[in-house]
């Protein structure tokens, strides 16, 4: 039936052309997700800092394309660098984007700023302006002091940094109240200094690098975070980075990533 063939042959060209509009959508949409990654990868320091008597390392794995984690150094002195690291709720590309404004308030006032909670409490004020989407950032800044090894930091919300000694023993730091930023007008902040003595190690991180699930469901979490710590604090702070992100993938298996992994570690030597 001639009809009924045109119909078909129809049908096939309407799904055609549906298919392609797929497929040029989908294009757009990954030439997209390139640009916020290649964005999200020039917020990022290049080169991590030089500071004598200390060692840097860093590593982010997010777990989209484009994620919400985040760190930085900041040079204010030749004594003094500011290092943050924090995350943003959500994930994507929205995440990213309030991650980019995060890290440009805080390179604008951390050198202006006579302490980290103040420079925090100012970086707040400026996201709460902005925040129209209800999003909030948990972040740790500190500035180190290479002639005393001090890190006096501000924390909004996020975990408390873990410090181990020369012997991989772990140090307790101090906890008080933090609260979350960009949700708030004045956000409680945990305001602690922690001495980082020759041969110790600080390690900043994000709830990624303990919120991991093997292939049975089972949560990795803070206790094995920490032993990992310690048992890799020997290698430089780079290595220590890199061998514990592979530690985690190793465990997660075939289980897809549940959050972005971002991880500092601050070496005394």
Same mark, same amino acid.
Not at 30 to 45: D, F, G, M, V
Not at 119 to 144: E, P
Not at 201 to 210: F, I, K, P, Q
Not at 231 to 259: K, P, W
């Given at each position: 039936?001639?009809?009924?063939?045109?119909?078909?042959?129809?049908?096939?060209?309407?799904?055609?052309?549906?298919?392609?509009?797929?497929?040029?959508?989908?294009?757009?949409?990954?030439?997209?997700?390139?640009?916020?990654?290649?964005?999200?990868?020039?917020?990022?320091?290049?080169?991590?800092?030089?500071?004598?008597? %200390?060692?840097?390392?860093?590593?982010?794995?997010?777990?989209?394309?484009?994620?919400?984690?985040?760190?930085?150094?900041?040079?204010?002195?030749?004594?003094?660098?500011?290092?943050?690291?924090?995350?943003?709720?959500?994930?994507?590309?929205?995440?990213?984007?309030?991650?980019?404004?995060?890290?440009?308030?805080?390179?604008?006032?951390?050198?202006?700023?006579?302490?980290?909670?103040?420079?925090?409490?100012?970086?707040?004020?400026?996201?709460?302006?902005?925040?129209?989407?209800?999003?909030?950032?948990?972040?740790?800044?500190?500035?180190?002091?290479?002639?005393?090894?001090?890190?006096?930091?501000?924390?909004?919300?996020?975990?408390?940094?873990?410090?181990?000694?020369?012997?991989?023993?772990?140090?307790?730091?101090?906890?008080?109240?933090?609260?979350?930023?960009?949700?708030?007008?004045?956000?409680?902040?945990?305001?602690?200094?922690?001495?980082?003595?020759?041969?110790?190690?600080?390690?900043?991180?994000?709830?990624?690098?303990?919120?991991? %699930?093997?292939?049975?469901?089972?949560? %990795?979490?803070?206790?094995?975070?920490?032993?990992?710590?310690?048992?890799?604090?020997?290698?430089?702070?780079?290595?220590?980075?890199?061998?514990?992100?592979?530690?985690?993938?190793?465990?997660?298996?075939?289980?897809?990533?549940?959050?972005?992994?971002?991880?500092?570690?601050?070496?005394?030597?």
């Amino acid at each position: 039936d001639p009809i009924e063939k045109n119909e078909e042959l129809a049908q096939a060209y309407q799904e055609l052309q549906a298919a392609q509009a797929q497929l040029v959508q989908k294009e757009k949409l990954e030439h997209e997700l390139e640009l916020a990654r290649n964005i999200q990868r020039s917020i990022l320091p290049d080169n991590l800092a030089l500071m004598e008597g %200390f060692d840097f390392g860093a590593r982010m794995l997010p777990a989209r394309a484009v994620g919400g984690d985040f760190y930085d150094f900041i040079q204010l002195s030749d004594d003094l660098i500011g290092i943050s690291i924090g995350d943003v709720s959500d994930k994507g590309v929205h995440a990213a984007m309030f991650m980019a404004l995060y890290c440009s308030f805080l390179r604008a006032e951390a050198p202006y700023s006579p302490t980290p909670e103040d420079a925090l409490t100012r970086v707040n004020r400026h996201l709460s302006a902005v925040n129209d989407a209800g999003m909030f950032v948990t972040s740790v800044y500190g500035v180190l002091n290479h002639r005393t090894g001090e890190f006096t930091y501000a924390r909004a919300g996020h975990h408390t940094p873990a410090l181990v000694d020369a012997k991989g023993d772990e140090i307790p730091v101090i906890k008080g109240a933090g609260q979350l930023m960009g949700l708030f007008d004045e956000p409680i902040l945990d305001v602690q200094t922690v001495v980082i003595a020759p041969g110790s190690t600080l390690m900043l991180y994000t709830d990624g690098m303990c919120d991991v %699930f093997n292939e049975q469901e089972e949560l %990795f979490g803070e206790e094995k975070f920490r032993k990992m710590l310690s048992r890799h604090r020997s290698g430089s702070a780079q290595e220590l980075c890199d061998s514990m992100v592979s530690d985690l993938q190793e465990y997660q298996g075939g289980h897809d990533q549940f959050d972005d992994m971002t991880v500092v570690a601050i070496k005394a030597l």
